[in-house]
Each structure stands twice: as structure tokens, then as C-alpha cells.
């Protein structure tokens, strides 16, 4: 019985792994957090937290995949849809001025915020999705922890998050929509999910939760 945590991305709860967690073998203790129950500061802050949770199999989504690729220590660990960090001066300092309006903005007026965010090209195929209503339903929410993710958004921003060191035991799963995270790294495991785009575990939870166990028997071999 594999001991399974696993972080959402930004904004997330944890209900969004209910899909891939009922996909998965019945057996699988989950344990599912969010940057916010992590302390929702810096990636590798939420990282030292993340290392003191004792699992079998660490999966992470968007930012939630930067946490664990910041807290890699040898448990086998899946990254969903997750960057592997910025290269360059100009370009870190471009993206954390880009996070910090966008955490203001999310301050000042966060329904206008949820609109503008979920209409990046990044979210089409999530948009289109049959569960889309119900995800947006959810992230209204939002609204009363809107302080509280701008924080996150800001500190964890990948303009203010050393690039990771990739190490063993991990590997990547991407959606081939996704038209910024499509390309995993091609010297780790991975597995690409057809018709699909960055939010894998919402849009397609039965091929991601099949991804998720396939990966899982290679780290172990």
C-alpha cells in the first residue's frame, strides 16, 4: 500500500485529484495538500515542508510539481505539467515582475483576477473540458484566501526559484496541448497525454492516473 502525497498547483484544492486518485488502486493511501498547507511561501520553503512528510510517492502539479522538484531526496517523485525553472537574469527578473502585479491585482479585485488568469492560452483545453463548470465553481472560493495565494504567487514565482538540480527517481508526465510544458525532459521517464492540455489531472484523470502507475513500477525497477 504505497503511501501517495500529492500538491495541487496554484489555486488548487484537493479535491482536484479525486479523478485520478479513484483511477488509481484502490489500496493507495493519498494524502493531498496545497501550496497554502505547505505555508504557501517560497518553492523551496513549501519544499523543506513537503520533506518532512513521509511518503512512498510524491506527485505534484504545476507549482506543486516545482515544490517537488525542489524537495527531491531520492523518493520517487512525478512531476505533472511542471517547469524545470528559468534560465537568465533577465528573464527570472521579467517573470517576478510579471507575478507581482499579477498577486496585486489578485489582492485588489480577485473575481476579475480569476476571469483574466483561467483565460491564458495555457487553460484552452481545461476551458473546453467537461468538468470546467465545476472546476470554476470551486475556484471562486478563492476569493476568501485571495491574500494568502497572492503571497504564494508572488514568493514562488519562478523568477525567484533556483532551477533544480534533477536527480533520480523522478520522473514527468505533460499533456500534448499543453503549449507551454509539452516537451518533457527526454533523459527521465515520462509519458505524454493525448488530447489533453496543462491541467492533465483535471481534463484526462483516468490517462493520467494510468501515466501515474506506469511511471511508478520504473522508478522502482
Not at 55 to 84: C, E, H, K, N
Not at 141 to 168: D, F, H, K, M, N
Request: charge should be neutral; charged fraction near 20%.
Amino acid at each position: 500500500m504505497p503511501r501517495v502525497v500529492a500538491v495541487t498547483g496554484f489555486l488548487g484544492a484537493s479535491c482536484d485529484f479525486d479523478g485520478v486518485r479513484s483511477a488509481c488502486p484502490k489500496d493507495w493511501s493519498w494524502r493531498v495538500l496545497t501550496p497554502l498547507d505547505l505555508g504557501g511561501g517560497s518553492i523551496s520553503s513549501m519544499a523543506t515542508q513537503l520533506q518532512s512528510i513521509s511518503a512512498d510517492l510524491r506527485i505534484g502539479y504545476s507549482m506543486g510539481g516545482r515544490v517537488l522538484l525542489a524537495a527531491q531526496d531520492g523518493t520517487p517523485t512525478l512531476a505533472l505539467s511542471a517547469g524545470t525553472g528559468l534560465h537568465g537574469a533577465d528573464a527570472r527578473a521579467h517573470r517576478a515582475q510579471i507575478d507581482d502585479v499579477r498577486a496585486e491585482e489578485l489582492r485588489q479585485d480577485p473575481p476579475t483576477f480569476l476571469k483574466a488568469w483561467y483565460q491564458q492560452p495555457l487553460f484552452d483545453a481545461l476551458r473546453s473540458s467537461p468538468g470546467w463548470e465545476d472546476i470554476k465553481a470551486r475556484r471562486c472560493g478563492v476569493v476568501q484566501q485571495s491574500e494568502a495565494w497572492a503571497a504564494v504567487l508572488a514568493a514562488a514565482s519562478p523568477g525567484r526559484t533556483p532551477v533544480p538540480a534533477l536527480g533520480g527517481g523522478l520522473g514527468f508526465v505533460v499533456g500534448n496541448l499543453d503549449q507551454a510544458y509539452r516537451v518533457p525532459p527526454e533523459s527521465f521517464p515520462h509519458r505524454v497525454i493525448p488530447r489533453a492540455g496543462h491541467a492533465i489531472h483535471l481534463e484526462s484523470p483516468e490517462a493520467t492516473a494510468l501515466a501515474i502507475q506506469e511511471l511508478f513500477k520504473e522508478l522502482q525497477s
